[in-house]
């Protein structure tokens, strides 16, 4: 088992190898490397992560097959099947680290904000109940007098759902919240700029890491 601060830094090397263009991982895995893994998985972090085709956590933190369980839904909204397959991974393979990755330019964002001024796009009841998940966070920063720029808005809107989903997964869950408390599981926000490439941990990482 990969204790959580290590899995942390393992993540940041890889996203600076990323952002560096000096990607450690082959292109394709060989046939060893998948036969190796038929064996079972030993994923050292879970990537709630949004859906946007930009974002490929594999791609995003260089790493290969088996390194990560990746749970991908637009909005990164932590939901009940989101949290579920959290809490599989967590209990199963023993991962101790949960990083709830959202991005900028989120499209799940945009479409939340425009719903709340009273301008919804044509959605279907599956596609408002993320739109449901994402407001409070939009609803939250709209009501901030100190921010009145559309960008920071939208960027403050992106940061805030992450923790929302954050939030949910450490304390939404009785599983997590003893795996927290007992075993040593972190719960860390970040945030993928499609302009850089690089991901801030701004949420939850302990000071140093």
Wanted: neutral net charge; charged residues 20%; hydrophobic residues 45%.
């Amino acid at each position: 088992m990969i204790p959580a601060v290590e899995a942390l830094r393992r993540l940041r090397e890889g996203n600076r190898r990323f952002v560096a263009n000096g990607t450690a991982q082959p292109r394709f895995a060989d046939r060893a490397s998948r036969a190796a893994l038929m064996a079972g998985q030993e994923p050292f972090a879970i990537i709630l992560g949004c859906s946007d085709s930009r974002v490929p956590a594999e791609l995003v933190f260089d790493q290969g097959l088996g390194d990560l369980f990746v749970v991908r839904v637009a909005g990164n909204v932590a939901t009940p099947s989101q949290i579920g397959s959290v809490e599989f991974a967590a209990a199963q393979f023993g991962t101790r680290l949960v990083l709830v990755l959202g991005h900028t330019q989120c499209g799940a964002i945009a479409a939340t904000l425009e719903a709340v001024k009273g301008h919804p796009i044509e959605e279907s009841p599956n596609l408002r109940s993320i739109i449901d998940q994402v407001r409070p966070s939009v609803e939250r920063v709209l009501r901030d007098p100190h921010i009145e720029d559309p960008n920071a808005l939208f960027r403050e809107a992106v940061r805030q759902n992450v923790q929302t989903s954050a939030n949910h997964l450490r304390s939404g869950s009785a599983l997590l919240k003893r795996l927290i408390q007992r075993d040593g599981l972190l719960v860390v926000g970040a945030e993928y700029s499609l302009e850089t490439g690089i991901v801030s941990f701004f949420d939850g990482a302990p000071p140093g890491t």
